[in-house]
């Protein structure tokens, strides 16, 4: 136990030289905050600059024009606009007909319900379907109008892409394009140039679904027992308040003075790390800490140091306290043996 004691107040001190120093290391030294002029903060924000696509962000593309080259033939999922300039009384014959998987199109059972389209031009199909109204109805000179109204060029284009770890995105049989690092702008152009090369003048719409690769971090500071870290996709319009209410506020051991934004920089670079006034945000409104968020950035909640100390201090005697159990239980358990059998044997020999 003299031990003990005459550690205690040296570990005491480390500890607490330990705890009150913690904060932004790099190297061997720790950085003073440093905050720019021109932070942007509540009331005061930016926009950010144009969003440049990164695994694994989710787009959706949506194809205005996917006209295949010429000639064309017909294929199953196409959607034809068909028109008869006589149909029969009370059976107009004009909409849209889809051309179903076996190849073929149903007019109905007034026009002798299916014929098959696959594989036929435009012209062609015109001259199958007059030829089959002609010999099948019995119609005289039948005059059909046939144009594509969809193909299934831009049923294969529609829909969402995910960016896939190579930085690409799927067109299914048209290919794959690569769209890491480019604007929306610069993605729209890319997925034309190879659309391009099977359809004539493609258009299409390009724009984000999920915002998957610009995120924030909250880190809670666990006193000693681990952190927390709270990964966010970034909005925007996030501010430090916004952060905390992200994970719900701030845990019972952390330390509202001990906040800061702690903004990445390329190695050898200037750190940045802006200092944050909870209570100021919280209870009066200041909006002078609460820094807009941008992405990369890190939010770290410290922890109460009277807390930690309690927790340090804890894993550090709780081995000693141990061994020191084990020893007076054993000390205690072998003396209590030896009295048991001092007076067992005392009380024998009286016997005799």
């Not at 666990?222 to 501010?239: F, K, M």
């Not at 701030?250 to 702690?262: E, F, G, N």
């Not at 927790?311 to 239980?329: D, K, N, S, Y």
């Not at 030896?338 to 005799?352: A, H, I, V």
Request: glycine fraction near 12%; hydrophobic fraction near 40%; proline fraction near 8%.
């Amino acid at each position: 136990m003299g031990k003990i004691r005459g550690l205690t107040p040296t570990v005491i001190a480390l500890l607490m030289g330990a705890i009150l120093t913690t904060g932004c290391f790099h190297g061997g030294g720790r950085h003073k905050p440093i905050v720019p002029v021109a932070v942007p903060r509540e009331l005061e924000k930016v926009t950010l600059p144009d969003y440049r696509v990164e695994p694994p962000d989710i787009l959706v593309v949506e194809a205005v024009r996917a006209i295949p080259k010429p000639p064309y033939k017909a294929e199953p999922l196409d959607v034809l606009y068909l028109s008869l300039a006589t149909p029969l009384q009370d059976n107009p014959l004009s909409g849209l007909y889809s051309i179903d998987p076996d190849g073929t199109v149903n007019l109905g059972p007034a026009y002798g319900g299916i014929v098959p389209v696959r594989g036929q031009t435009i012209a062609q199909i015109k001259a199958s379907l007059e030829d089959h109204l002609s010999k099948t109805v019995k119609l005289n000179n039948p005059v059909m109008t046939v144009t594509l109204a969809q193909s299934r060029a831009a049923q294969r284009i529609t829909g969402p892409h995910l960016v896939r770890p190579d930085g690409t995105i799927a067109l299914g049989t048209y290919g794959s394009v690569r769209v890491a690092g480019m604007t929306l702008a610069e993605v729209r152009q890319a997925v034309e140039a190879q659309l391009a090369l099977y359809l004539l003048d493609p258009e299409v719409a390009v724009d984000v679904q999920t915002y998957n690769s610009k995120l924030y971090y909250v880190i809670l500071d666990g006193a000693g027992a681990g952190q927390s870290v709270y990964r966010l996709p970034i909005t925007g319009n996030d501010t430090v308040l916004d952060a905390v209410s992200q994970i719900t506020g701030l845990s019972a051991v952390s330390d509202p003075r001990r906040i800061w934004v702690s903004r990445p920089a390329q190695p050898g670079g200037c750190h940045q790390i802006f200092p944050v006034d909870w209570k100021a945000i919280s209870e009066c409104g200041d909006v002078a800490t609460n820094y807009q968020l941008l992405p990369g950035d890190r939010v770290f909640v410290g922890s109460l140091p009277a807390v930690a100390l309690d927790i340090r201090l804890g894993r550090l005697f709780a081995p000693l306290e141990r061994m020191l159990g084990v020893t007076l239980l054993g000390n205690s358990t072998i003396r209590a043996v030896d009295g048991q059998n001092q007076n067992g044997g005392g009380g024998g020999f009286g016997g005799f």
